[in-house]
């Protein structure tokens, strides 16, 4: 007992849904939420497992996790990885069981919560510091090392509303990693400040993950977890489907997003939570510029991809993020970002097309992440809508190397040689 | 288990860690736990020290705002119930009678206003960490203490500029205050967790305030109301400390024991039950803001 960091038996949570589902209630709703009864609950609809009204997002999850111990949880959007990092830092009670962790518990849930634009740096280092549960003295402590990691000397005592966001970020997060909590929980904070810092911070948990801790990581980049974790744990629908070394965990989840994205994406339940639902996502395929294959597109030619919805909406906007097999961001097409050659076509039917010509991607495997708008609205969301592989081709006249290139993209280019 | 025995590079000999189980909880669990707010004292201090400092922060008039608001309200009563409705001030000037209760009451109304929208501005926090949330309520009341011990140092230089010298009743002072925040904080209390599923609570808020200054004997003597009605009014806590307040700054000669007693029980009603609301909620706010 005396190596276990945290234990869980048969941790389970639930939501009840209809009023907390979006925002916040008001009387005069619940009381007539009251009044419609069930009427009103299947207006609520939400998407995972349902149990008349209630949705487990967390269920019967038992897992021990041993000091010094470096986990990834790893899972689709609403699998419970945020509700089980909730549970553990106390912020929501469980519904059932219950969890014995030993030792301080410390989260970087997401930077900057709790920085008040008003306050000076100085002022929101000891106020951050102190609502992640750091001790006046300690603080005090790791001062100058928490601005020296942040590089912002010079503005600390400048009011944080007149930081840029940048600035802001690094000094959140510096605050944050001087914790010195015996468990961290880290919720998918590394991806701020620009790429050296990026660097920085991740070298700064690396530190933290070998000083003998013990860190729960959470994040879509695999890659990361890959590079910070001995252990990943997938869950899904709120319980543990892998427990086993890192890259084996990746791996199996790999292989769901593969599953999920070859289903009907109208039954997948792993949808942005944000989204109002008048349009879903339906199909989402890529080909290559003359038809062919579904989903295998040739370096260097173009390629179409096509998301298909159930609602054609106005003013709809998509957003197509790709990314490699490890949750490595690609590129981002946005139609929010306009440019001349974009066109609204009101005979097109509820779908939307994206061309990328010339497709300068390396051989391998992607997929596709899509958010849908409209209205003004988040209507849908799914990561790994898609999946494609991309053929060797031509890209520029030059052919694209076929093995042991680094990085995802092909470049366009000209050499000068003696 | 604390952080003193923290080493720079975490090899120190830590004492072994406690153990807590997190598990569903029901009935009292946080809010009255000692143990819980005493481990969070630093970020409880953190949170009162914040509210003081944001209170005035890119105001032109600072804590000037802690006496004008008083002091207007002073003229304006002055004005219309001590000259045209000569609403009667059992014999002292209507300005300083007023100011006595003005004082009180306008650390009471900010604080009610303030402090029940607390867990709702402080959302992005409550969400994602743990503290007592009870810090966010309680930290209104105190940062106020600022604005109300100004506003004193300003009543007590009027009552000497009108010749008036202060008797002993003076050092029950510190006693009407506590019956004043322990009422506040029954109430915030309860409001604030109110607001977190019930946004209404921020419409009636105003309404509310403005009732109950005019159920308080603020423009007008308790003494215009009669016996046994005027000790029962008392049940609103704000009647004691208000009648409270003149006699022991403006030295008037009947101390009002039965109101201040009437309204210190009330108060300590008000003060249970609100906690022990805020305390069945508090584990659920997470959920719904």
Redo the contacts between chains.
């Keep these: 007992m005396a190596n276990v960091a945290i234990k869980t038996n048969g941790l389970g949570k639930s939501y009840q849904l209809g009023l907390s589902r979006r925002g916040y209630g008001t009387l005069r709703e619940s009381i007539v939420d009251t009044a419609k009864g069930s009427f009103g609950r299947l207006a609520g609809r939400r998407r995972e497992q349902h149990e008349g009204d209630t949705l487990w997002a967390l269920r019967d999850l038992s897992l021990t996790i041993e000091r010094g111990e470096v986990v990834g949880l790893i899972g689709h959007n609403g699998a419970g990885k945020s509700t089980l990092l909730k549970i553990l830092s106390r912020i929501v009670e469980p519904t059932t069981g219950y969890a014995d962790v030993t030792g301080r518990t410390g989260a970087l849930l997401e930077v900057g919560t709790g920085f008040h634009p008003e306050l000076t740096g100085r002022e929101n280092v000891f106020l951050n510091g102190a609502i992640l549960g750091m001790r006046r003295a300690e603080i005090r402590a790791r001062f100058d090392e928490i601005v020296a990691f942040a590089e912002i000397e010079r503005f600390l005592d400048t009011p944080v509303k007149r930081y840029s966001s940048g600035m802001s970020v690094r000094l959140a997060f510096a605050v944050a990693a001087h914790l010195e909590p015996e468990i961290l929980l880290v919720d998918e904070v590394l991806a701020v400040g620009d790429a050296a810092f990026q660097r920085k911070s991740l070298g700064k948990m690396n530190e933290v993950a070998e000083a003998g801790r013990t860190v729960i990581f959470v994040s879509h980049n695999l890659a990361i977890l890959q590079a910070l974790c001995q252990r990943g744990v997938l869950l899904e629908r709120g319980r543990v489907v892998t427990d086993a070394p890192v890259n084996e965990a990746i791996d199996s989840y790999l292989r769901t997003l593969e599953r999920a994205a070859g289903g009907d994406l109208l039954e997948r339940t792993d949808r942005d939570s944000r989204g109002y639902d008048e349009s879903l996502i339906k199909r989402v395929e890529i080909r290559d510029g003359d038809g062919g294959l579904a989903d295998t597109v040739v370096a260097g030619r173009a390629a179409t991809v096509t998301v298909e919805v159930t609602e054609a909406l106005p003013m709809m906007e998509c957003r197509l993020a790709i990314h490699n097999t490890l949750g490595h961001p690609v590129a981002t097409l946005d139609s929010e970002v306009s440019a001349p050659v974009d066109g609204r076509d009101p005979e097109i039917g509820a779908r939307i097309e994206c061309v990328v010509e010339d497709l300068p991607l390396l051989p391998g495997r992607y997929r596709i992440d899509v958010l849908l708008k409209g209205k003004r609205q988040i209507q849908d969301g799914l990561q790994a809508a898609c999946f494609f592989d991309v053929e060797p081709g031509v890209v520029a006249d030059r052919p694209t190397p076929i093995a042991g290139a680094d990085g995802d993209v092909v470049l366009a280019h000209r050499w000068r040689l003696p | 288990?604390?952080?003193?025995a923290?080493s720079?590079?975490?090899e120190a000999v830590?004492p072994v860690?406690?153990?807590?189980?997190?598990?569903?909880?029901s009935g009292f669990s946080r809010v009255l736990s000692p143990h819980e707010l005493w481990r969070?004292r630093?970020?409880a201090?953190?949170?009162a020290?914040?509210d003081i400092?944001?209170r005035y922060?890119?105001t032109a008039l600072g804590a000037a705002w802690a006496i004008l608001q008083p002091v207007g309200f002073m003229v304006v009563f002055s004005l219309f119930f001590g000259r045209v409705a000569g609403v009667s001030s059992d014999g002292l000037p209507y300005a300083l009678f007023s100011l006595a209760a003005l004082v009180p009451w306008t650390y009471f109304a900010n604080s009610l206003l303030l402090g029940s929208e607390s867990l709702v501005a402080n959302s992005?926090?409550v969400?994602?960490?743990?503290?007592p949330r009870i810090f966010m309520p309680a930290g209104v009341l105190a940062a106020g203490f600022v604005d109300l011990g100004v506003s004193l140092v300003i009543l007590f230089a009027i009552v000497l500029i009108y010749g008036i010298v202060p008797t002993a009743a003076v050092l029950m002072l510190p006693l009407l205050v506590l019956i004043m925040v322990a009422a506040g904080l029954g109430v915030t209390a309860a409001l604030s967790a109110v607001n977190?599923?019930?946004?209404?609570v921020r419409y009636v808020i105003p309404f509310a305030i403005q009732m109950w200054l005019f159920a308080s004997p603020i423009a007008y003597p308790s003494s215009l109301i009669s016996e046994p009605w005027r000790t029962l009014s008392a049940i609103n806590p704000m009647v004691g400390v208000v009648e409270g307040f003149r006699w022991a700054t403006l030295g008037t000669a009947d101390a009002p024991w039965a109101l201040i007693g009437v309204s210190a029980a009330s108060a300590l009603v008000l003060l249970v039950a609100g906690l022990a609301y805020f305390d069945r909620v508090e584990?659920?706010f997470?959920?719904?803001?």
């Design positions: 288990m604390n952080a003193d923290v720079p590079h975490g830590r860690p406690e153990t807590t189980r997190l598990k569903p909880t969070y630093d970020l201090l953190q949170i020290a914040r400092t944001v922060r890119q992005a926090l969400a994602k960490i743990y503290f977190v599923r019930y946004r209404d584990r659920s997470a959920d719904y803001i």
